[in-house]
């Protein structure tokens, strides 16, 4: 692997997926003398991808209507 003239390297994909990074996984750099460690970062609480779309999305909504309303209008009522 190089390192790409903005600082980049790709991680191999067996290598990620052995060391459990997937997509959006926060990770810290740990330096010890000349070896460079990737460690995946501990949060106090990982959300799991539902709970992350949740997050995502909430507050968004720009409807003025209660869940009964929205369930007529899902329903054909």
Do not use: C, W, Y
């Amino acid at each position: 692997m190089r390192v790409s003239a903005e600082g980049q390297v790709t991680i191999p994909a067996d290598i990620r997926e052995k060391a459990g990074l997937r997509p959006d996984t926060e990770v810290t750099f740990v330096v010890e003398g000349s070896t460079v460690r990737i460690v995946p970062t501990q949060s106090p609480l990982p959300q799991r991808r539902g709970e992350q779309l949740i997050a995502h999305l909430r507050g968004r909504g720009d409807v003025n209507m209660t869940t009964d309303e929205i369930m007529a209008l899902t329903r054909g009522e």
